[in-house]
Structures are given as C-alpha cells and as structure tokens.
C-alpha cells in the first residue's frame, strides 16, 4: 500500500528533533523517526510485534535534504506506530513512568470552504422531558405564530400556552398585505374557532387542539387568564414586549413546579436572553425539512466500480426514438437498485479507461430499474442556443431543461455555475426554435442584499428591471454568439428575444395560471414553503417550472437552509417521474470566481 500523499504545508510537519520521545522500549521505526538509538530487545522472553510502515535504510552519506524527506514520509504513519508501540509496552506489562503514550497527530491543511452544519439543538429541561416521558408546556412567541400559521398544530401531545402580549402583538400586525399581515390574520381565526362555543371553565382548563379536526394535535391550549408576574432584573424593561413574555415563563415555572416549560421563539436575541435568565428556549424548528442541508438530495448518484458484474446478469437492453432522438435502455437488477430514485442521474466513471457511462433512472420496481443513456450536449452538435456543457453535472441539467415530460426542475448550486444562463439557453431553444412553449415568464423575490433602493417608478416590468441584472448579463453571453447577421441581426434578434420574455413579479401571481410557458424562479430559497406552493400551483396545462437558488445565499429573515421553500420543494418532488433535480457543483465563471468562493 503507498504511502498517503505529504501534506503541502511545511507547518504541518515536525523536525526530528522536535518530535517526542515516547517513554518506554524504543522501536527501530521510531529510532528513525526521532534518531534514537534503539534499546536491545531482551534474548529471553519474546517482545510483541509492532507493525511498522516500511521505511527506507538511511544511507551512510546522505544529502542535507534527503533526511527532511524521510521524516516527513514517515511522520504520515506516526500516529499508528506509536499506539502500537503503546499497546506492546501495556502488553509487556511495563507502563510507561509518564502513563500511556497518546500519539501527536500531525495538522493536516485546512479545507478550502467552511460550512456550518445546521443541527437542531433541544434544551435541558425539554430533553430531560422526553427521556421520562413526560409531556411538556410551550410558550409561544408572537413571531412562532406569524411564521407558521399551523404552528399551533405541530406540538403533537404537548400543550401550548399563549400569553396575552403574544395576542396583543398579533393584533398590532393584523393590517396589511403582507405575509406577516395576512398570516397574523389566518391565526387570529383559528383562535376564534377554538375559543368559540367554549364557556369559561373550559378556557381554564385548557381547548382540545383537536377541535377543529387536528388528529396529530393531542395537547389542549392555554390562555393567560390572570395577571402573571414574576421577578427579572432589574435593568430590563418591564414594559418590553419579550420582557413580558419572559415573566410569564417565569411564573408559570413557579406554579407548576416539575412540569417542563419550555419558550419557542424565532427571536435568537429572545432564546439568549431567555437562557441568560435560566429559562429553557428553543428555536421552532418544526417546519425544517433537514436539519442537516448535506443530506440534501442531490439528484446524483455515483454507481459502484462493479456495477455491471453484480446488476448485469439478467441485463436487457433497447432502443427507443423518444422526442426525436434515439435512446438507449438498460434493464437491470440488483441490490443498488432500491437506493435509487426515479430521474435521479447515475453515472459511473471507470479508472481503467473504459468510456464513463452517464444515465437516468426511468422506472423502479422492487430491484429491477430501467435506466436510460443520456444526450450528450457538452458536443457542438447538440448545443442549446449556442451553450453547450462545460461539466457532467451541466449535462445533467441541460437534459433536465429539455425533456418536455419534466413539468417541474430544480437547480441548486453556488454563484458561477450556470444556472441562470442554462435555464435561459434552454428556454429560447423552446420558444423560438422548437415552438414548444409560447414564452418565458421570469420572476424572482425582491428581498436586497444591502439598503433597499426604496420605491421605483415605471410599469410592472420596469419596477423589476432592477432586480432582474442577472438575466440581462445572460441574454448580453446569448447574443453574442449569434454574429451571422451582423449589427443589424443581432438588434433584430434581440428585440425578438425580448418580446418573447416576460418579467413578473411575486406580488401578483395569485390567481393566475400560466398555460404553455416556461416559467423561471431565480432566487428561489428566499421563498417560503407557502410561497413556493403558491407559485407552484400557478401552472396550467404545457407549463414548464424552473427552480434556481444558492441555499447558502439566503437574505429572507427567519428562513434558514432548512426551512427555505427551494429545499421544501426539492425534498417534496424528488421520485416524481415528472421532475428532476441536479445540484452544479463546479463553477464555470472564471478562475478568478471559482477561486474567490473558496478561499473567501
């Protein structure tokens, strides 16, 4: 076996002289480590045998450099040599006079991106709650409720406690058009639903959440009757909403002495200062799809090396004419296959010289799938409106976009891959050229990064120019590679073009319905699942959605990459045989972008 590659950063690797001495009997491959001179193995009795990695004999004049490089190639299997050496001494029954070794194991670089993984974390008092089996009192903040307008449902058999403040805040945001207005609204009914035909013993001994049909919703509902107060100290402010709230959790921690009372806000400086104060908070987390984003499906799986002898024996194959190209099937059985997922891309990339093989599951039944081979658009004979792939995940994508039995395509990956302009290429080839959808309607959230540039004059469309850069910096790349027509041509085709393209804006898609158009949603992780649906549902018959977003670039207040609606959707639809999902993985901006996301 080679050895594993040395690390490229000289601080990571140990002089000899630095690197410690492990007490006890020296091995000869830490004598050549450390340039020890290695203790006689007593004759008598037989040493237990170390396992050492090979290493070379120094020679007798060596260069000055010569013995650096054995070092470095030795101190890669360290750590193993010197617990095993460990282990022998402990064997031998000869502790070391300084305890057990503990092996020092060399830095290795560290990666180029730093992601945090998202992991949902419970209090004390609710984990303490669960282990017993006890059920436990939430205490919702105003913004829980704002948020999720069902949230009220989604605490299965524990109970939910609303103080007055949290009312007289959904009170104070009930006017308006906006989500929060209309969602403050929506809870606001259902409260009276729930209130409504109870007398007073009732509302004090809590509302079955069941009532309105909720079966999930075991857990009955409390209001603050009473006046509740207790103690804060004394530098916060007693007339602040959250200062009210936190009083109240306080006081009914006082009252129902070894009942789990636990706060559920959205406020992250509410759950600092509730725990500052001792009181067990937790984010609302009920609406996340993963609490991990790296388990997100990616809509690409790599095939093991010996695929085709395990899943080959029974192995079928034939050619079909589908939309006008020819494609292959495969008929295939084994034990991989109930990992897979309908649409999902498989490919398989042999290190012996083979051709790779790039394909699509089609069908599932029990083990046996069918698998279907792939159009090949990084070819200049199958670009589409004069892009072509540049990587295999682009590919992927690109038959995605072009299939018109995929009603429904989502695209996830970070700035500079191509989701913009593959799913803008796409859309021109099926307006113009093939005829397949009558136009393109492009929309996307106005949520800015920095300051808002505040109220724009104009149309619909002139409002939302600003926010639709993206798409102008495309169609300028689209255009240019058409230099046939010259001058002339090209201000032709791009008046053509921009006939053909629609911008629209969020506020005014409910209600509509969109017949044979290709409809495109940039930036869709700052929607919300609600959002998203509504969007979703706007389609007619021949309609074609395209999701794009960079979870990693969410601007929306109170949404996470757990909870965006572009992740909601992507775990939603993934094995429906009528969509697809491929995450770009690989940057094809420019060497100056792709290196600036990693290291920045």
Excluded at 125 to 146: I, P, W
Excluded at 218 to 239: D, H
Excluded at 289 to 296: C, K, M
Excluded at 438 to 447: A, G, L, P, Q
Aim: hydrophobic residues 40%.
């Amino acid at each position: 076996m080679p050895l594993p590659k040395i690390p490229s950063k000289p601080a990571t690797i140990l002089l000899a002289k630095d690197y410690p001495k492990a007490a006890g009997r020296v091995t000869p491959a830490l004598a050549a480590v450390a340039d020890i001179a290695p203790e006689p193995a007593p004759a008598p009795k037989k040493a237990a045998t170390v396992k050492a990695v090979p290493v070379a004999k120094k020679p007798a004049a060596a260069k000055p450099g010569a013995k650096s490089k054995a070092v470095a190639a030795v101190l890669q299997a360290a750590p193993a040599v010197l617990q095993a050496a460990a282990e022998a001494v402990e064997a031998k029954g000869k502790p070391s006079p300084r305890g057990k070794v503990t092996p020092i194991v060399a830095e290795a670089p560290h990666p180029a991106k730093h992601k945090a993984n998202e992991v949902t974390i419970k209090s004390s008092t609710s984990r303490n709650a669960d282990q017993t089996g006890r059920t436990k009192m939430f205490v919702l903040d105003t913004n829980v409720l704002m948020h999720d307008p069902s949230s009220l449902f989604r605490f299965e058999e524990h109970d939910v406690y609303l103080p007055m403040m949290t009312l007289e805040e959904l009170d104070n945001h009930k006017k308006g058009m906006t989500e929060v207005a209309r969602n403050a609204r929506r809870v606001s009914r259902t409260l009276d639903a729930l209130v409504s035909n109870t007398d007073d013993d009732a509302i004090e001994n809590g509302i079955p959440l069941s009532k309105l049909g909720n079966k999930d919703a075991k857990g009955r509902l409390y209001f603050q009757t009473r006046l509740q107060t207790a103690e804060l100290p004394v530098g916060l402010p007693s007339g602040k909403a959250d200062n009210q709230i936190l009083s109240v959790v306080r006081s009914l921690e006082a009252e129902q002495a070894g009942r789990a009372i636990v706060l559920v806000s959205k406020d992250i400086n509410m759950r600092i200062k509730a725990r500052a104060l001792g009181l067990p908070a937790e984010d609302y987390f009920n609406d996340h799809v993963l609490e991990d984003t790296d388990l997100l499906y990616s809509g690409i799986v790599q095939l093991p090396d010996d695929f085709w002898n395990k899943h080959g024996k029974d192995l079928e194959s034939w050619q079909e004419n589908k939309n006008g190209q020819s494609a292959t099937f495969y008929r295939v059985t084994g034990p991989f296959v109930p990992s897979m997922l309908v649409n999902q891309f498989v490919f398989l990339e042999p290190k012996n010289g083979e051709a790779p093989f790039y394909g699509q599951v089609k069908q599932i039944n029990g083990k046996t799938a069918v698998l279907q081979t792939l159009r090949d658009f990084s070819h200049n004979k199958n670009n589409v409106w004069g892009v072509t792939a540049r990587n295999r995940e682009q590919n992927f994508a690109l038959n995605l976009l072009m299939n018109p039995e995929c009603d429904f395509v989502t695209l996830l990956g970070q700035a500079g891959t191509g989701k913009t302009l593959l799913a803008l290429a796409a859309g021109l080839a099926q307006v113009l050229e093939t005829k397949l959808y009558n136009e393109i309607i492009v929309t996307r959230v106005t949520v800015p990064v920095g300051e808002d540039i505040g109220f724009l004059p104009g149309t619909e469309e002139e409002k939302m120019s600003p926010w639709m850069g993206a798409f102008d910096d495309n169609l300028e790349v689209l255009n240019k590679s058409d230099s046939d027509g010259g001058e002339w041509g090209r201000a032709a085709t791009q008046d053509l073009i921009r006939s053909r393209i629609k911008i629209k804006s969020l506020n005014f898609m409910r209600g509509r319905t969109f017949v044979n158009k290709f409809l495109i949603i940039d930036e869709a992780q700052n929607l919300t699942p609600k959002q998203v649906k509504t969007l979703v549902t706007r389609a007619g018959p021949g309609t074609k959605i395209i999701c794009l977003g960079n979870i990693a670039q969410i601007d929306t207040p109170y949404l996470t990459e757990g909870s965006s609606g572009l992740t909601y959707v992507v775990d939603r639809f993934k094995g429906w045989s009528h969509s697809g999902h491929v995450t770009l993985a690989r940057g094809e901006r420019s060497r100056l972008a792709d290196h600036a996301s990693e290291v920045l």
